[in-house]
């Protein structure tokens, strides 16, 4: 930068470099050049000894010897992965690598970062050198998909089996290992079916079944189920019934009758 140099001559330079007015020159032979920039600046893009061997003014005057030691360093590779799809509720672990220090479009400085909605994160990562990169990916929310088999149901010993209908989905997986869109059910025990939808995320529902045993009906009367004409007998149904119906003749648990018949 001193006065003294301007329009200073470089007589030789040793190892590859690169001019700002991007002539390229062969570092293994030297060369000159002349200007008036004070300082110039000379750009490098390689690792070497660079030697400033000779300087004169335009008068001839003048000498200066220096070197210059030029270090590249590599820059950190940093990737995130391909973009990501996430089922709504799920979350997912974004890791960076391991690095000197790390930055985050969200302000976090940590290596991991875990992430839980939708949009774009970026990491810029520095090495020990201090060299930077950054890296990115997207992330998607994909719903989850609503299955819902209904109330659970109480069943008698003899009725029709019932039908459950998981509804339209890509898969089923019922309990009991059956993938259909139905199931027959006809005895106790809770159903459960995992379905998945077309984005590939899960739900599950489940439905209990109550079968209940079918009791005895004993039918009693006050002594010999026998009329004789003009009387009348009390039909009795024994045990606690929620409801009773005698053909629809009577709901009551006792029934009047008048004349024989079954």
């Known amino acids: 930068k001193n006065d003294d140099f301007k ?38 893009s390689a690792s070497g000894v660079y030697e400033l061997s000779a300087v004169s003014d335009t008068n001839g005057a003048g000498t200066f010897l220096g070197l210059a030691t ?11 992965g391909t973009d990501i799809a ?4 799920e979350t997912i672990v974004l890791n960076a690598g391991t690095f000197e220090s790390y930055l985050w479009n969200n302000g976090s400085t940590s290596q991991n970062l875990e992430v839980s909605t939708a949009g774009i994160y970026s990491v810029t990562v520095t090495n020990a050198n201090g060299c930077t990169a950054t890296a990115s990916v997207t992330v998607t929310i994909e719903p989850v998909p609503f299955v819902d088999l209904g109330p659970d149901i ?3 010993e003899g009725d029709p089996v019932y039908v459950l209908d998981a509804g339209n989905f890509e898969t089923y997986l019922w309990s009991d290992g059956s993938t259909g869109r139905t199931l027959i059910v006809s005895a ?27 009791q005895e009906v004993i039918i009693s009367t006050e002594g010999e189920p026998v009329l004789c004409n003009g009387q009348s007998l009390n039909l009795t149904v024994e045990g606690n019934f929620v409801s009773h119906n005698w053909g629809g ?8 009758v008048f004349a024989p018949g079954t």
């Open 7 to 44: 329009n200073a001559r470089i007589t030789r330079i040793r190892t590859f470099v690169k001019f700002l007015d991007d002539e390229n020159f062969d570092g293994g032979n030297p060369f000159e050049i002349s200007t008036s920039n004070n300082p110039y600046l000379l750009s490098v």
């Open 70 to 80: 030029v270090s590249v360093f590599e820059q950190p590779v940093v990737a995130l």
């Open 86 to 89: 996430l089922c709504a509720g």
């Open 154 to 156: 109480n069943l008698c």
């Open 188 to 214: 106790n025990g809770i159903y459960s079916v995992t379905v998945t939808n077309a984005a590939g995320c899960q739900n599950v529902d489940a439905f209990n079944v109550t079968v209940a045993e079918a």
């Open 249 to 256: 003749a009577s709901i009551d648990p006792t029934l009047p």
